[in-house]
Structure formats: structure tokens, C-alpha cells
């Protein structure tokens, strides 16, 4: 099985982490999509986020069409800071024989040799990095593949600014998503 992994905060889930992965799983021959939304990420300690329970059940609605989709809890029952190294440690042992690649997107090749273990991590699963402008292409290290994706110009600080702003979100989020941040007061002033 040929499983990947797209980590991240997810706060909110917004058409910028489904649509490039959508775009790219055929070309990359991927069995299964597993997203995990982060405890509380490594580069993003500083910043007041959604609970974990929210960003995990907006992950849910905006991937329930797909059934090669997933949302994984792995990083929000281990807790603490969600290191990459440590979830593919715990997947291994889950999906035993499978191979993995770990999505990230473009802004985030500079950040690789910060993050924990970065070797470790490179023995464990090819990085595939989400870009625009070039089909999937191998690079000189073949643990990394850099794959075209289509622009999608939406980011969930922008989303959240929409919400405190009371501006519409639609444009950006799956309707349930849009529609459980409202149920939920979520982003609004003084509310994580």
C-alpha cells in the first residue's frame, strides 16, 4: 500500500489542502490520503488555535466524498508538540509492508533540515513537495519529488480574518466546514 500524509494545523480545512492533493494522488499513485491535523505544531507554538476536536471534525467534513480519504488523530491522542518523525514512527508500526510519502507544500523545503530528525524522517518516507508550474519531477535526491499542483489562493489566516471581519468564507471552505465554524463561534474576537 502506498499510503500519504498530509500533515498540518488545518485551522480551518480549506480547499488549499484538498484541492492540490486531489490534483496530484493519481499521478502519484496513492492508495490512501491521510490527513493529520497537529497537536500544536513545531513553527506554529505561538499562536492560539482552534481545539483540536474542531480542526479534526472540519478535517472529517470537508474529505467525506472521498474514500481513499482519511483523517487521522494519531498527533492529537499522543499530544504535545507534533513532530513528523514521531507520527511515521507510529504509522510503520500501523501499516505494516506500506510505503509513505509526506505532503508538504513549497514554503515549507526551507524548514526541512529544522525539522526534527530530518534523516530519520527521510529513511522513513519520500517528501512530495506540492509546487505549481512543473509536472512531478524527481530532483537530485531521490526522497524528494517536487509535484505541479494548481494555484489555490486562499490561506486560514485569511479565513480567519474573513470570520472576525463577518465576511463570507464560502469561496474558501467546504459549506459544512463554513457552516460548523459558524455553529461553533469559531474565529470569532476572543475565541480559539
Known amino acids: 500500500m502506498h499510503i500519504a500524509i498530509c500533515g ?3 485551522d480551518p480545512f480549506h480547499r488549499g489542502h484538498l484541492e492540490p492533493v486531489l490534483h496530484t494522488r493519481g499521478e ?3 492508495d490512501r490520503v491521510l490527513y493529520v491535523p497537529a497537536w ?3 513553527f506554529k507554538s505561538d499562536r492560539e488555535s482552534a481545539s483540536g476536536y ?3 471534525a472540519m478535517a472529517v467534513l470537508a ?5 481513499d480519504i482519511y483523517v487521522d488523530d494519531i498527533e492529537l491522542q499522543r499530544g504535545g508538540i507534533s513532530y513528523s518523525v514521531d507520527t511515521l514512527v507510529e504509522l510503520h508500526e ?3 509492508g506500506a510505503s509513505f510519502d509526506w505532503i508538504i507544500g513549497e514554503d515549507n523545503v526551507a524548514q526541512l533540515p529544522r525539522w526534527r530528525e530530518p534523516e530519520r524522517l527521510f529513511a522513513m518516507a519520500r517528501i512530495v513537495v506540492l ?3 512543473e509536472s512531478a519531477r524527481q530532483t537530485a535526491d531521490s526522497r524528494i519529488v517536487f509535484a505541479d499542483t494548481p494555484i489555490v489562493p486562499v490561506s486560514s489566516t485569511e479565513i480567519r480574518q474573513c470570520v472576525r471581519d463577518g465576511k463570507p468564507i464560502d469561496a474558501f471552505v467546504d459549506p459544512l466546514v463554513a457552516r460548523y465554524i459558524q455553529h461553533n463561534g469559531l474565529y470569532k ?3 480559539a
Open 131 to 133: 509546487t505549481r508550474g
Open 54 to 56: 474542531h480542526r479534526f
Open 28 to 30: 502519484m499513485r496513492w
Open 189 to 191: 474576537e476572543g475565541t
Open 63 to 67: 474529505t467525506r466524498d472521498y474514500d
Open 40 to 42: 500544536k505544531q513545531p
Open 94 to 96: 500501523r501499516y505494516r
Open 8 to 10: 498540518g494545523t488545518f
